[in-house]
């Protein structure tokens, strides 16, 4: 039986900002400081299902103080861009690989799942309705967050009936202003971000709350993020910051790419899905296994272990320079970037941008015009 999908309500922003204002604000946007004009929202029951879907003003909200996701945390979101294309056309890069991410998510935190095609009308809508947001400088783009959390006015400890959906976006200039710049990274020993069993496979909103304090740690030891080891032995490699890691061993067309396994305790991110297979486009080796953190040290060392990278939706792919913990420090090669790290970023930003060839069907044009 086929899905029965609401209509959107478009209810266009009466008051825009002025093009002055907005180009002001391309000119320099950072990272998530402005919101577009508008914003999608959609809402669940228990007895509705998916319903009062509708596009309008970006606006607060009005939210009850017992709402359950306030008190129990069921709260998930997602992060993907559209990119401006040399036609002048925006296009988003692999949204339907998000909205399928976002079930997963649900799912885990016994959410309903937004249908994939919900999912993708939204995005389709909003973009194109705030297409003049999309910046047009190289390496800038329109960063979407979908965010969904429970509404349900309650102090029962259970699993809230009713849900918001929310679809914003925010102008986003390049993660390097002043060029490509390796992270230095503190290895959490104190702190664990996921355990079997855990969260850590979802964009649950408590993930990122829970990383803040080790990342503290992380910034009073001078370094830029905080790597995490695995919850039981501590001494397997699983992320960095909010970002999936890369190994590279050995040099040139022969150099092997390495990356932890997902062993349900890391995030599946989309930009590492990408860079596994640009990688094996371009004819290097590529493996997906647990990397301990001896290994990396000691690799570091002796050069068998010649990059290191890290990579999300917000900075793409960055170089990882050096590494701490509270007894030692290590440095990778040179301490710049690498140049298999060098290619695969520019090799994916091709994609993104329209710049190069798309054999993979990443790169998604709209469909609908908002007016």
Known sequence: MPLTLPQFTIKPHPHLRSDSERQQILAA??????????????????????????????APLTIDPAATGLHYGQSIFEGLKAYRQPDGTVALFRPEANARRFQASARRMAMPELPVELFMKACELLVSQDRCWVPD?????????????????????????????????????????????????????????????????????????????????????????VVWLDAIERRWIEEVGAMNLFFVRGHGPAAEITTPALTGSLLPGITRDCILTLARDLGHPVSESRIGLEEWRTGAADGSITEVFACGTAAVITPVGRARTRTTAWQMADGRPGPLTLRLREELVAVQTGCAPDPHGWVHHPRTTAH
């Open 29 to 58: 946007p950072g990272f998530g400081r402005y919101m577009t004009d508008h914003m999608v929202t959609i809402r669940w029951t228990g007895e509705a299902g998916w319903h009062d879907a509708a596009l309008g003003p970006y």
């Open 137 to 225: 400088a190289a390496e800038h783009s329109l960063y979407l967050r979908p965010l969904m959390f429970a509404t349900e006015s309650t102090l029962s400890v259970r699993p809230s009936t009713e849900y918001l959906f929310l679809l914003m976006a925010s102008p986003a200039g390049s993660y390097f202003p002043d060029g490509i710049r390796p992270l230095s990274v503190w290895i959490a020993e104190d702190y664990v971000r996921a355990a079997p069993g855990g969260t850590g496979a979802a964009k649950f909103a408590g993930n990122y709350a829970a990383a803040f304090l080790a990342q503290n740690d992380a910034a009073e030891h001078g370094c830029d993020q």
